[in-house]
């Protein structure tokens, strides 16, 4: 097994550590490890890292190994570990800010499907205001090139009018749309 220098390791990815927990607001050294979180997290079985081993991870300084793990692209931020923690660690709310910090350090996604899944989300929000779920489907098919994914329940929820193929814009998209903009100006125009 190969062998880790913790203390070199925490003190290099101290910066980045820092800046996680600084725009995260989650404190990964309140966790004692009881291993709860894990139990009751739906996608771990798929994941390569548990909730609980990401926060451990965190906590000794592995910050790039989680960056480009599959489980903070996996979570689906259902919360069960969030509502079960003694110690009231919000894993979800870190797993985001996991992502956002993986694509800002230039990480490729571990699970490039659920990034192009993401995007295509936000950007049909961007322009209608709010979810446009045929529009969704739609980008997401064509820019992940599984042309056919959604295609065989689309005519039944349509008939059902859970889904139109029509987006349903809303009033105030103009000012969703101001938000996304001030967002990529803060970026730097990514
Ligand atoms: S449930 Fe909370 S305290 Fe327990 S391992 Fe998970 S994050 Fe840590
Ligand atoms: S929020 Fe994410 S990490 Fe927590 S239980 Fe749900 S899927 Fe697992």
Redesign the pocket.
């Known amino acids: 097994m190969e062998q880790v220098a913790l203390n070199s390791v925490l003190k290099s990815s101290q910066a980045l550590n820092q800046e996680i927990a600084e725009k995260s607001h989650v404190d ?1 050294n ?9 139990a009751g997290c739906p996608v771990a079985y798929l994941a390569d890292y548990s ?2 081993q990401i ?2 991870m965190l906590q000794n300084g592995l910050v790039e190994d989680v960056l480009k793990s599959r489980m903070i692209w996996l979570c689906i931020g259902c919360g069960n ?1 969030l509502s ?6 919000d ?1 979800p709310h870190l797993n985001d800010t996991l992502r956002i910090v993986s694509k800002e350090k230039g990480f490729p996604p571990a699970e490039k499907s659920v990034d192009v899944f993401n995007d295509s989300f936000l950007k049909t929000v961007q322009y209608t205001g709010r979810l446009y779920e045929a529009g969704l489907t739609m980008l997401y098919n064509t820019r992940s090139g599984n042309f056919m994914s959604g295609m065989d329940v689309a005519p039944h929820m349509m008939k059902l009018g859970k889904i139109s193929p029509f987006p349903h814009l809303i009033k105030g998209r103009g000012e969703v749309s101001r938000i996304f903009k001030k967002i990529q100006e803060r970026k730097g125009g990514k």
Not at 84 to 89: L, S
């Open positions: 990964v309140k966790c004692y490890q009881c291993g709860t979180c894990a909730p609980r926060v451990r570990c079960r923690c003694p110690r009231k660690i894993v």
